[in-house]
């Protein structure tokens, strides 16, 4: 293995609606912009709203990890995921749909974890996930995969202390044998210190400016100084805005590029991928970082991965870096 991903496995459900305002159930804030954690208690509810008043565009395998291991993989790299998938249909449809052939640290049990992302037509989102047993991941599931054997480790985030435990378990035991990169998302970012663990030592944190704020405070120039205590790249992630790249020795920001968006589902984990994959392959970081943007707008073009880059658009996309 050259990359192994450990996150949160989720099938998602991408739909499109006229107005958010159309999915408000009891106990669930579905504002643009909010990612939302939900039960199956709220399923049945949801899926009316959505068949009532949106229209499905696509269901895919989804979960950051997975997204930027489906790059890397387009990339030519040979990837492995670490999580779990519930024994059912969604997860048969999931390992279905992976493009590699190694799945078998991919632990069975339980629910399939889903994410009904919602788009409407003013490209406002809104992401209700029911995690399932996607964060039933332990120490034990774990240690029954080669990680020893992979050249670099990428994580994101889970729901449970369990798997954060199991994540910073790995981490220790493989420190100095593995290299390791970490996107917390808002799930993490959200319990500061508590993470800390994962970030430190990291190779590269991948990250949004109010990430950076959850986790190192609303100085963005201190909270930059803070996270390079911690790893030896930082980038900072930054929506239809590009992206910055923070090392100890180089500060450089790539705009964004102008494209039509569809669905922006995922695009922070192509970046990501498009990244970690050059830095891997030696190209200079400044241009993986241009590199990486591009793709990672391409990617909001089409819905789910079907727009995802593979290495011929990476390569033309650093040519005219």
């Not at 159309?22 to 399923?43: F, H, Q, R």
């Not at 997204?67 to 249909?89: A, K, P």
């Not at 590009?242 to 450089?252: D, P, W, Y």
């Amino acid at each position: 293995m050259d990359v192994i991903g450990i996150g949160a496995l989720n099938l998602d459900f991408i739909y499109e609606i006229e107005d958010l305002g159309y999915l408000k159930l009891a106990g669930i804030d579905t504002e643009a912009g909010k990612e939302v954690v939900g039960d199956e208690g709220i399923l049945e509810g949801l899926r009316d709203k959505l068949n009532r008043f949106g229209t499905l565009k696509k269901v895919t395998p989804g979960g950051s990890a997975s997204n930027t291991c489906h790059v890397l993989s387009r990339m030519g790299f040979d990837v492995g995921l670490v999580g779990v998938l519930g024994e059912d249909r969604e997860g048969d449809f999931y390992l279905k749909q992976l493009p590699y052939a190694e799945k078998s640290m991919i632990v069975r049990r339980g629910r399939s974890g889903m994410a009904y992302i919602v788009n409407t037509q003013k490209r406002d989102r809104s992401i209700i996930v029911i995690p399932n047993s996607n964060s039933d991941l332990t120490a034990q599931d774990i240690e029954g995969a080669y990680l020893s054997g992979t050249r670099w480790v990428h994580m994101s985030s889970y729901i449970k202390d369990q798997a954060i435990d199991a994540q910073i378990h790995a981490k220790k035991r493989l420190s100095g044998k593995v290299s390791f990169s970490i996107d917390p998302g808002e799930i993490y970012a959200a319990m500061g210190e508590r993470v800390y663990p994962l970030i430190d030592g990291a190779e590269i944190l991948f990250i949004t400016e109010k990430e950076m704020r959850m986790l190192f405070g609303d100085d963005m120039d201190r909270a930059v100084q803070k996270a390079l205590e911690m790893v030896g790249i930082v980038v900072i992630k930054k929506g239809k805005n590009g992206a910055s790249l923070c090392t100890k020795e180089i500060n450089a920001t790539s705009p964004g590029e102008k494209v039509h968006v569809v669905d922006n589902t995922g695009a922070g984990d192509v970046l990501d991928g498009v990244f970690l994959g050059l830095y891997m392959q030696g190209e200079d970081p400044v241009m993986a970082l241009g590199a990486a943007v591009k793709a990672a707008s391409i990617s909001t073009t089409k819905f789910g991965r079907d727009a995802y880059p593979d290495a011929k658009t990476i390569g033309e996309s650093l040519a005219v870096t």
